[in-house]
Nanobody, 125 residues
């Protein structure tokens, strides 16, 4: 599976951005797509995920109520709508997919085997 992430940019605090991740290749094998982020000097952390067949959604506590993940079935694409952005949301955002039945481990980065290139999100105060 190959992943192409897009949509990052610079935005003021309180603003919005939408990230997209397009999957190609062996897409029928995908169980879930996740978004992770990594700020300078910090570990890569889970942001959100969506299961491919049933569109079940999962969020980190820090983004609940502000971010929404969704899937475009005809395009094998998942979008992350980010509202009410804060300076602490600044990071390099990565999309990833897993073909494992990860269930409760859906927020664990070691469960994801395929990663896209990062897209930078910068939120100014």
């Amino acid at each position: 599976v190959q992943l192409q992430a897009s949509g990052g940019g610079l935005v003021q605090a309180g603003g919005s951005l939408t990230l997209s991740c397009a999957a190609s290749g062996d897409t029928p094998s995908i169980y879930a797509m996740g978004w992770f982020r990594q700020a300078p000097g910090k570990d890569r952390e889970f942001v959100s995920a969506i299961t491919w067949s049933r569109s079940g959604t999962y969020y980190a506590e820090s983004v609940k109520g502000r971010f929404t993940i969704s899937r475009e079935y005809d395009k094998n694409t998942a979008n992350l709508q980010m509202n009410s952005l804060r300076p602490e949301d600044t990071a390099l955002y990565y999309c990833a997919v897993t073909d494992r039945l990860v269930n409760r481990l859906i927020n664990r980065r070691n469960q994801y085997d395929y990663w896209g290139q990062g897209t930078q999100v910068t939120v100014s105060s």
